[in-house]
């Protein structure tokens, strides 16, 4: 994510605006049909912070979500109105600003066809879409420590079930996150 966003696409700005759009996603962790309609009417401020304040298309459901710096800084760029842009454009783009910020690590998926066992492998690249927008926001989210239920009031999902099947996290990503737990750094006593 660090390096989609420091990526430097001033040449480029199709793309720039395309970055900018996921990355809101990525921040928000909501669906593309809500973070790419941001207006100036649906960021508050209370007690000095910034929300967004936003009723999600497919739900109906209202979120209220913490807008971090980095969304800050992007809304900023835009008078806090995203451009509108189609999600077919977004979706074929991003994949070439993910290729242009080195994100070219293969991913292995294993399926079966015809009762055989298939595997292919894709550039990660290549699988970078809106959607994932969504995924990253809420596994970022999760990873820093937030409870999945307060990530499922800002993502709109229904149930935490629902919400831990967008949540991708490695064996490492967790095994790391749970050393910080006070169980396994012994600040807990065991009994």
């Known amino acids: 994510l660090t390096d989609i966003a420091e990526l430097d696409l001033s040449n480029y700005p199709k793309l720039d605006l395309v970055r900018d759009v996921f990355l809101c996603g990525c921040y928000?962790?909501?669906r593309f049909s809500d973070y790419s309609r941001i207006k100036p009417h649906h960021i508050k401020v209370r007690d000095g912070r910034q929300f967004l304040e936003i009723i999600t298309r497919k739900t109906g459901e209202r979120v209220v979500i913490p807008i971090r710096p980095e969304l800050d800084?992007?809304?900023?760029?835009?008078?806090?109105?995203?451009?509108?842009?189609?999600?077919?454009?977004?979706?074929?783009?991003?994949?070439e600003v993910a290729k242009m910020a080195g994100?070219?690590?293969t991913v292995s998926n294993e399926y079966v066809r015809g009762g055989k066992r298939v595997s292919v492998t894709t550039p990660k690249y290549k699988m970078i879409k809106t959607h994932t927008a969504r995924r990253t926001g809420a596994s970022l989210m999760y990873l820093a420590g937030i409870d999945p239920i307060a990530i499922a009031k800002f993502t709109g999902h229904s149930s935490q079930k629902n919400l831990l099947k967008y949540i991708r996290v490695s064996k490492e990503e967790n095994a790391e996150r749970l050393a910080m737990h006070p169980f396994f750094n012994g600040l807990k006593k065991v009994n």
């Open 28 to 30: 928000t962790a909501l």
């Open 73 to 95: 800084k992007i809304l900023a760029k835009y008078k806090n109105e995203l451009p509108h842009t189609w999600e077919q454009k977004v979706n074929a783009r991003i994949k």
């Open 103 to 105: 994100i070219e690590e």
